[in-house]
């Protein structure tokens, strides 16, 4: 039997603390561990992008990560995204705008969305749908999410 490690892993600015199995995937050391059932697990590949999350300021797939490579790092989820009584308005603009259905895929598109418009805060609506290509919709079509996150990136910029 493969031994566990210790994992100190900060999460939305939050310190934690969990053993993990050698084989244990962050996606879920977050949801089965830490009780953070946001961020979604699809594929178990990587192909879906819904259990995105930032690792030290990077998108990754975090069904692709193991747990004990978070270990000392930090990981932003789909529940820091929004304040105490404010959604970010990425969410709330996914929320006017009908950018979400059943909901299993919004967290991760959320979280990527927050990426690009971090690193580009005035996207094209190509560059949107190419920066998200790498999250699976089945119950939308894109086009609601699309517009969703080009009416977010333009209230973001105050315009």
Known sequence: MAKKAHVTVTVN?????????PGQTLVDLLRNE???????EGCSTGDCGACSVMLDGKLVCSCLVL????DGRSVDTIEGMATENNLHPLQRNFLELN????????????IAARALLERNPDPTETEIRYWL????C???????????????????RGA
């Open 99 to 110: 950018g979400l259905q059943c909901g299993i895929c919004t967290p991760g598109i959320l």
């Open 133 to 136: 290509a790498g999250n699976l």
């Open 138 to 156: 089945r119950c939308t079509g894109y086009d609601k999410i699309i517009r969703s996150v080009m009416a977010a990136a333009e209230e973001m």
């Open 67 to 70: 747990a004990m490579e978070a």
């Open 34 to 40: 830490l009780e953070l059932t946001g961020t979604k």
């Open 13 to 21: 600015g939050d310190e934690y603390e969990a053993l993990c199995e």
